[in-house]
């Protein structure tokens, strides 16, 4: 089993910034991949952004330039860090891992409002 802690959503003015972090544990014994995914209301869930093992990273086209996802493989977790942002990006940020057995696990969810 494995689970997910996502921490550092809230709310913050447009131009701010956030770091959300993802800790993945329990039975992990290699990571392929972490990502953040959100979801605001009435739309699809979508990619922010992914980071693999070997230090590869995706990005939306929504938020290039201005979000950085990085990982500290020894403690299984992975960062997003989002600056100037905007009202759009408003929605539930979820956590994503993808293991070395290619298993797909996803966290609860943290609530980022961005909002003046």
């Known amino acids: 089993q494995v689970q997910l802690v996502e921490s550092g959503g809230g709310l913050v003015q447009p131009g701010g910034s956030l770091r959300l972090s993802c800790a993945a544990s329990?039975?992990?014994?290699?990571?392929?991949?972490m990502g953040w995914y959100r979801q605001a209301p009435g739309n699809q869930r979508e990619l922010v952004a992914i980071v693999t093992s070997a230090g590869r990273t995706k990005f939306a086209d929504s938020v290039k330039g201005r979000f950085t996802i990085s990982s500290d493989n020894a403690k299984n977790t992975a960062y997003l860090q989002m600056n100037s942002l905007k009202v759009e990006d408003t929605g539930v940020y979820v956590c994503?891992?993808?293991?070395?057995?290619?298993?797909?696990?996803w966290g609860q969810g943290t609530q980022v409002t961005v909002s003046s």
């Open positions: 994503n891992v993808v293991t070395g057995e290619w298993s797909v696990y």
């Open positions: 329990g039975s992990i014994f290699s990571i392929n991949a």
